[in-house]
């Protein structure tokens, strides 16, 4: 029996008409109303002879789309229909050539400092949701056409279709628009090689590269310099690995967690404590470990406690020394303060609506921020929120407490608050956004940006002064110790570089 299946009502005519496989199968049809509701039928052929006629699959298609359109007056909905789906393969053609496009680019170009994996990701989730809203959607409407009586009867409504069908497809027609425009916005930002500034060159200068520390299976989201001297590294391959400061060898791989590890801090009584997308904090606490045959001494890592409580991801940890308190900010939008000798939070922290990807604690005060954009001051002595503000356009990525509040977020913005949380200033990014944040001394912040420069910025004259490519790939932290200026990036390495201010 021949069907309908493989028309699309979204093709244009001539598109139609050029499908060689419906416009020449030619095919034995009753078109008589009493059968079977013009469906295709074998079983009516002996008894309605003079009914049938011989015709194409597609000339079959449009003539019952004709008799229906004049039988129920669907006109005005198949419009509604039809200019849908006109606008969504627009948006399909639109998405195929800036994706063409950016692999031309990325031929000419030939950049080794260009990553495109995400924006490759981002491609493919747009045409992913194209596809799958568009084609789930193809059954009914064909019924809809085929069989529009069931539309006007006691079960299904004629509103059926309009509020299933039409307005999903008009909601997904934005969304593709507005998928398409970030699209378009990551390509140009993609290639945008700006000249460098005549200041950035004096500040290659006072930038040394140490070591790349090379090791990690998957992108490395934190570096921290341990009580001892040595360097530990977070990792989304589910590791920390110790590395010796002196050979920078990875000299210890930890395992205790079984999800991606964000995030690393220090604590009191030479341990650290990180945090991980497993839902759990860990506290490693360092001893000593002889060997009796040579008496040599070597210095080991173990877990000694884990801290559950968080229903979701827990992307970032501080620790407070005032309070002695860790704290965490997690994906189910609270804060958890902790003592690290115990196994329960001590205070839930509710107040944010979204998830919470950032933090900072400094005295009395806690600053958080989350994925819609805003900012929460806290008050430690109360347990309560002091204040809070919404200046960012997108999620907040990274916070810094000094004398002043100080946040970056996907919409390339640096705002600078007081310590009350006012909004002050705006530093407006020309590069791209920044993932990570770091003081160096009053006059000098550093930024680790999504395409791997390191962004200098100067706090006292709202700019900034100069910007250098150190990795392939996105910065996600920046740790500054004495000269020693330490990143971790996307690129699956750490570098530590030798910073003369």
Not at 131 to 143: A, G, S
Not at 371 to 384: A, C, D, R, T, V
Not at 486 to 495: I, M, N, P
Request: proline share 1%.
């Amino acid at each position: 029996m021949h069907s309908f299946k493989d028309l699309d009502i979204t093709d244009t005519e001539n598109e139609q008409l050029q499908c060689t496989q419906h416009s020449k199968d030619i095919i034995k049809v009753c078109l008589k109303s009493g059968c079977d509701q013009l469906k295709l039928c074998q079983s009516c052929l002996s008894s309605h002879d003079s009914s049938h006629k011989e015709i194409t699959i597609y000339q079959l298609f449009k003539e019952v789309q004709a008799k229906i359109k004049a039988d129920c007056k669907v006109e005005k909905q198949k419009d509604k229909f039809d200019i849908v789906f006109k606008n969504i393969q627009e948006m399909r053609q639109q998405v195929h050539q800036i994706f063409n496009q950016l692999e031309y680019d990325i031929k000419q170009y030939l950049i080794e400092k260009i990553n495109i994996d995400e924006l490759n990701q981002n491609y493919q989730t747009l045409i992913n949701i194209n596809e799958n809203n568009y084609f789930q959607h193809i059954p009914i409407l064909k019924n809809y056409y085929l069989n529009p009586i069931n539309f006007f009867d006691e079960q299904i409504q004629l509103s059926y279709v309009e509020e299933t069908i039409l307005t999903k497809l008009l909601a997904l027609n934005e969304k593709l628009k507005l998928q398409v425009e970030k699209l378009k916005n990551d390509a140009e930002h993609l290639f945008d090689i700006k000249t460098r500034k005549a200041s950035e060159h004096q500040q290659e200068e006072s930038v040394q590269l140490l070591t790349t520390l090379n090791g990690h299976e998957n992108v490395v989201r934190c570096v921290i310099k341990l009580h001892n001297g040595d360097y530990a590294t977070s990792s989304r391959d589910k590791t920390i690995k110790i590395w010796n400061q002196n050979t920078f060898q990875c000299i210890q791989v930890l395992r205790d967690h079984i999800n991606w590890v964000q995030d690393l801090t220090l604590i009191p009584d030479n341990k650290f404590a990180s945090c991980s997308d497993d839902k759990t904090i860990k506290i490693f606490s360092q001893f000593i470990q002889t060997q009796s045959t040579n008496a040599f001494q070597s210095s080991l890592w173990e877990c000694v406690n884990t801290l559950k409580g968080h229903e979701s991801y827990v992307v970032r940890i501080v620790y407070n020394d005032k309070f002695n308190y860790l704290i965490t900010c997690s994906t189910d939008g609270t804060l958890r303060l902790w003592d690290p000798s115990q196994k329960n939070a001590l205070v839930v922290l509710h107040g944010h609506e979204n998830c919470v990807y950032t933090l900072a604690s400094k005295k009395n005060l806690i600053v958080s921020g989350d994925e819609g954009g805003q900012l929460i001051l806290w008050s430690l002595s109360h347990m309560k929120i002091e204040n809070k503000q919404k200046k960012h356009s997108g999620c907040v990525n990274a916070i810094l407490i000094d004398q002043y509040i100080y946040s970056c977020g996907d919409d390339r913005k640096i705002n600078i608050w007081d310590i009350n949380l006012q909004f002050i200033y705006v530093i407006k990014l020309e590069r791209a956004e920044l993932e990570s944040l770091q003081f160096i001394n009053d006059e000098l912040i550093v930024g680790g940006d999504e395409q791997g420069y390191l962004q200098f910025i100067n706090p006292v004259l709202r700019k900034v002064t100069s910007e250098i490519p150190v990795h392939n790939d996105r910065i996600y932290k920046i740790k500054y110790y004495n000269g020693i200026l330490c990143t971790a990036s996307s690129d699956l390495s750490v570098k530590l570089f030798k910073f003369n201010i």
